[in-house]
């Protein structure tokens, strides 16, 4: 005879996020808006299992059911970590660097508008560009590309695109090291 196997139920701290001085939430639905000194962000978190409230300067986030499992758990925190990156952009904004490494023929990198663009790399003929996410601003400054904006997920997302955009392709990649590297990912000090 088979027995039931019952989900076991787990303790958990219920996430008070603290709203910093000069932003504002607004939280309507699923969406979350928030507005600061560095500008604005908004997402949606689709969850029918958590609620979320702004009471005077903080916002709670609460499972609906009484019984929490582990996956409510894990939502928990990650709306909580979501937000808190969210606050945390709009009122000092994030960073990333990308290192430009050329040894085989000199890259020449230059930003045009909203386009970043790599001439020859690997000594190809044909420039490699890709497109600036929205809110996300480029500076070049030597061989060091710094990318800033308030969204922290963009932002390294960003800087991932570079990464591949000067993928080495079918080559030794000990011998072939050239290409873009991110040197400093967003939020690290």
């Known amino acids: 005879m088979k027995q039931k196997t ?33 500008g604005s962000s908004e997402r949606e978190f689709i969850n029918p299992r958590l609620k979320m409230e702004k009471q005077e300067n903080k916002i709670s986030i609460k499972p609906i059911g009484k019984k929490v499992n582990k996956k409510d758990k894990m939502h928990l925190n990650s709306t909580a970590a979501h937000i808190k ?6 009122k000092e904004g994030y960073e990333c660097q990308v290192k430009i490494c050329s040894g085989h023929f000199p890259i020449t990198t230059i930003i045009e508008g909203r386009d970043i663009v790599i001439k020859n790399f690997l000594g190809e003929k044909v420039p490699r560009r890709v497109k600036l996410f929205d809110n996300i601003n480029a500076k070049l400054t030597g061989d060091i590309i710094t990318l800033t904006g308030n969204n922290k997920e963009k932002l390294g997302l960003m ?3 570079l990464e591949k955009l000067t993928n080495v392709g079918k080559r030794d990649k000990t011998r072939f090291q050239d290409g873009c590297f991110i040197i400093k990912k967003p939020g690290e000090q």
């Open 85 to 90: 990156n969210m606050l945390l952009g709009v």
């Open 159 to 161: 800087g991932a695109t």
């Open 6 to 38: 019952e989900k076991k139920h787990v303790r958990i701290k219920l996430p008070n996020i603290v709203i910093p001085e000069g932003v504002s939430v607004d939280i309507s639905n699923f969406l979350v808006k928030v507005n600061g000194p560095k």
